[in-house]
């Protein structure tokens, strides 16, 4: 598993930006791939976003959001335009080691952040 810190959540008024960062470390980072998920109250943690030799985005996110890693600094970003009042949640970060296929299940994602909360007013 890898340690993961999720930073960059706020409020935001609807159609502002935010960054979303995540810091890993413990394995090789190259050799995992990153996602991003989300949890609002009440409702079920939903896939965002995933890296690993390509991306993938939900499509409730997609044209708005940007999954982006480095892996010389071992993070990985969410860059998030255009954000709407839905968008609210408590966002995660969580790895896996890579394959070619991108997956969007959280259950088959082993190392996880504590989460960082993003609000967007409208």
């Known amino acids: 598993q890898v340690q993961l810190v999720e930073s960059g959540g706020g409020l935001v008024q609807a159609g502002g930006s935010l960054r979303l960062s995540c810091a890993a470390s413990?394995?090789?980072?190259?050799?995992?791939?990153m996602a991003w998920f989300r949890q609002a109250p009440g409702k079920e943690r939903e896939f965002v976003a995933a890296?690993?030799?390509?991306?993938r985005y939900a499509d409730s996110v997609k044209g708005r959001f940007a999954i982006s890693r480095d892996n010389a600094k071992n993070t990985v970003s969410l860059q998030m335009n255009s954000l709407k009042p839905e968008d609210t949640a408590v966002y995660y970060c969580?790895?896996?080691?890579?394959?070619?296929?991108?997956?969007?299940?959280?259950?088959?994602?082993?190392?996880w952040g504590q989460g960082t909360q993003v609000t967007v007013s409208s």
């Open positions: 969580a790895a896996r080691p890579k394959t070619t296929v991108v997956v969007s299940t959280a259950t088959l994602y082993d190392s």
């Open positions: 413990g394995r090789t980072f190259s050799n995992y791939a």
């Open positions: 890296f690993s030799y390509t991306t």
